[in-house]
């Protein structure tokens, strides 16, 4: 089984819907992440969560929401999905452990979004 | 705020010669630099780090990176590059005071390996 975790893989979505993407780790890792993926981009940082009851906005949190609910688990939320929201969506864990920013991020395997 | 630079839109080199991937970056103070790899419907795999001392940081799958501090770059080679390496490649970088694991990536490079 994967580390990193995401559900669904491929999402196809209209406007106006709420879509809710999940990530679970097996790491064990206190430090989760989503980041969106748009071609000639690359990865952009949404929301960061440093411990369950810690969460913080990242460079392009407009539009989303995100819940920690429980070390492992960590969702985004689109509450009202629009089309330039589509995009490749990764979920990332790091420890927190020594030199935490020299941490290395695992990546799950992505949740591909597109709204029509 | 960080950034980075990758200013090749993709990158094509035939099998058996030497692969670079440039990189430069802009950070407050020193800098943890990252690279990683995503191949086809896969999640970023890290490749290597530098975090301090010798310039050269060797890392998976043949691959190394020299981080230049006066040029503000960490440009990614692989001497002799195989088919298998064509992917999406990644720079980062996060400030070594204040970063908290906050990444700053550049846009990807594609490399094409030619048989």
């Known amino acids: 089984d994967a580390d990193v975790t995401q559900t669904p893989r491929n999402r196809i979505t209209k406007t106006g819907k709420r879509i809710m993407l999940e990530c679970s780790q097996t790491k064990g890792h206190d430090r989760m992440y989503w980041y969106r993926q748009d071609p000639g981009l690359g990865l952009r940082l949404i929301y960061y969560?440093?411990?369950?009851?810690?969460?913080n906005k990242g460079e392009i949190s407009d539009g989303y929401s995100v819940s920690r609910q429980a070390q492992a688990k960590f969702s985004l939320s689109l509450e009202s999905a629009i089309p330039n929201q589509t995009a490749l969506y990764f979920c990332a864990t790091s420890d927190r452990k020594g030199s935490s920013g020299a941490n290395v991020l695992t990546f799950g395997a992505g949740s591909r979004l597109t709204v029509l | 705020a960080q950034s980075v630079a990758q200013p090749e839109d993709q990158v094509n080199v035939a099998e058996g010669n030497p692969l670079t991937v440039k990189c430069t970056y802009s950070?407050?103070?020193?800098?943890?630099l990252f690279w990683y790899v995503q191949y086809p419907n896969r999640g970023l795999q890290f490749l290597l780090k530098?975090?301090?001392?010798?310039?050269l940081v060797k890392g998976s799958y043949g691959f190394e990176a020299e981080f230049n501090k006066s040029q503000t770059s960490f440009h990614l080679k692989k001497p002799s590059a195989l088919v298998s390496d064509s992917a999406l490649y990644f720079c980062a970088v996060t400030p070594q005071r204040g970063g908290n694991n906050r990444l700053a990536f550049g846009k990807g490079n594609q490399v094409v390996v030619i048989p």
């Open positions: 969560s440093f411990d369950v009851k810690d969460i």
């Open positions: 950070v407050s103070g020193n800098p943890y």
């Open positions: 530098y975090i301090t001392g010798d310039n």
